[in-house]
């Protein structure tokens, strides 16, 4: 059966375009104008993912996102933006969004993150690309055992992976789920160098290329949920090449 993708966005050029396109490529789509009729057909019948345009009338993206979010529904959400400042896209993670796309927007774009978010609900391990020649190649990356893991420690981080909860020492941390994901896939390669092809290729199954922004913003709102003051940085740069977790 096709998935079903639910779009909201209040131009009618790129709604009609964009529907059409996710059609030809065999999702079912229901399209609407607005941040009501959203809320009010996730509500009847829950979508695969939702596409949300951020700049709506009335209620927009960001709303619709933080309505569901807080009702608990973690249906996968890519939000559609021209907003292109890290502040409002820290925004979109704030709200629950899982992802997003800066307009203009290639349509073939849209489709490879439509991919990822819908891999990351489904079964199956993503298929390995090729690493960066400096770093660790994804072949040699920890990946999850056959059998699940209940508990990862590394660099005064604790995580429970079946409840979706992580400590740093005593202090509980409120992580979105490509949080979560990026904090796991660190944790689990604790002390190890992931380049930015690796990082990508594990937690949206595609590598946006050198150009993209979207790691970088992630890391970024990762960090200020686990650094303390007075306390270690537990995520390092390596210039050029990708992240470490490590407490120095």
Same mark, same amino acid.
């Given at each position: ?69 807080? @009702?608990?529904? =973690? &249906?996968?959400?890519?939000? $559609?933006?021209? #907003? /292109?400042?890290? +502040? ?85 941390? @409120?992580?979105? =789920? &490509?949080?979560?994901?990026? $904090?796991?896939? #660190? /944790?689990?390669? +604790? ?58």
């Amino acid at each position: 059966m096709s998935q079903t993708v639910l779009l909201a966005e209040d131009d009618r050029a790129i709604r009609h375009a964009l529907e059409r396109a996710l059609t030809l490529e065999g999702y079912r789509v229901t399209a609407v104008a607005d941040g009501v009729e959203a809320l009010a057909q996730a509500h009847r019948t829950p979508p695969d993912v939702l596409v949300l345009d951020v700049m709506m009338p009335g209620i927009d993206g960001l709303q619709v996102c933080r309505v569901l979010r807080a @009702e608990g529904d =973690r &249906t996968p959400i890519l939000m $559609l933006t021209a #907003l /292109v400042e890290t +502040a409002d896209r820290i925004a979109g993670l704030d709200a629950g969004a899982d992802d997003y796309v800066v307009k203009p927007f290639d349509v073939e774009e849209v489709f490879a993150r439509l991919r990822a978010l819908l891999r990351r609900t489904g079964t199956g391990e993503r298929p390995a690309k090729g690493a960066a020649s400096v770093g660790v190649r994804a072949s040699h990356v920890t990946k999850e055992p056959a059998v699940p893991e209940r508990q990862l420690a590394a660099a005064g981080l604790r995580m429970d992976l079946q409840a979706r909860r992580v400590w740093r020492g005593a202090r509980e941390l @409120e992580l979105t =789920r &490509t949080e979560f994901e990026l $904090l796991e896939l #660190l /944790v689990r390669n +604790a002390g190890i160098v992931l380049d930015h092809s690796t990082i990508y290729d594990r937690i949206w199954g595609y590598d946006f290329g050198p150009g993209s922004k979207n790691l970088a913003v992630y890391v970024g709102y990762l960090r200020r949920k686990l650094d303390e003051p007075g306390a270690s940085q537990l995520i390092h740069t390596v210039r050029g090449v990708g992240y470490v977790l490590r407490e120095d």
